[in-house]
């Protein structure tokens, strides 16, 4: 029997190539997009392609339909705003410098994902984050460097439950970005008009 991974998809490249694998792998592929801030369902296309921020549900939706596979997505606003954007907001006011992806990854983003695997039955949970998972014996597996030095993640899952770590799946971990171009231009993401956020995400620019 096939087994069910669900696969955090942001709208991203990195998300979508993680998918389009599993999907190869001969995985059942459940997509699941976390809306952490406002809707983007009135903008345009392009619009949608160019907006900042962790989730664009326009581009994850496209993707979906183009690997066939369900998708859903899930309103964690409020948890996102309270457990990420407030506490940060808290500790730059107090002088700290928090990292909210660090914050999200381990308090929003991998939980919600875990709610949901839980919920559809799902043996796996699945990001396009560029880290390993290597394994560690009897200890289980533990977090491990991405295959792309200029590009490792690991940092910003660092606190991740290790209860989570043998359900957690890293598809892109052990590529290299130029690597991951290429096979998203091949399940017809427009990779020119995808921009790699380097920023927080819900502070917006001026």
């Known amino acids: ?24 792998q001969g995985y059942h592929v459940q997509g699941v997009t976390l809306q952490t801030w406002e809707p ?14 962790c989730c664009k549900i326009g581009l994850a939706r496209f993707v979906a339909q183009r690997l066939s596979i369900p998708h859903q997505v899930l309103d964690i606003r409020e948890r996102f705003r309270s457990a990420v954007v407030e506490d940060f907001i808290g500790g730059y006011s107090a002088g700290l410098t928090p990292n909210p992806c660090v914050r999200c990854n381990e308090r929003v983003k991998f939980g ?3 709610e949901a695997a839980r919920d559809l039955g799902a ?11 290597l394994s560690g014996g009897t200890r289980g597996p533990h977090l491990h460097k991405g295959g792309d030095p200029r590009k490792d993640q690991s940092y910003f899952l660092y606190r991740l439950s290790r209860a989570w770590l043998p359900r957690i799946l890293f ?36």
């Not at 290299?176 to 819900?202: N, T, Y």
Request: charged letters at 25%.
């Open 1 to 24: 029997m096939k087994k069910t991974v669900v696969v955090g998809m942001s709208g991203g490249v990195d998300s979508a190539v993680a998918a389009a694998t599993l999907v190869e």
């Open 40 to 53: 983007e369902d009135n903008a345009t296309t392009s619009k949608k392609w160019q907006e900042r921020g």
């Open 112 to 114: 919600c994902l875990m």
């Open 123 to 133: 043996d796996y949970v699945a990001t396009g984050h560029y880290a390993r998972l």
């Open 171 to 206: 598809p892109v971990g052990g590529l290299r970005k130029e690597d991951v171009w290429p096979k998203a231009e091949a399940i017809g993401l427009p990779a020119d008009e995808v921009k790699e956020s380097q920023e927080i995400c819900f502070v917006t620019k001026g």
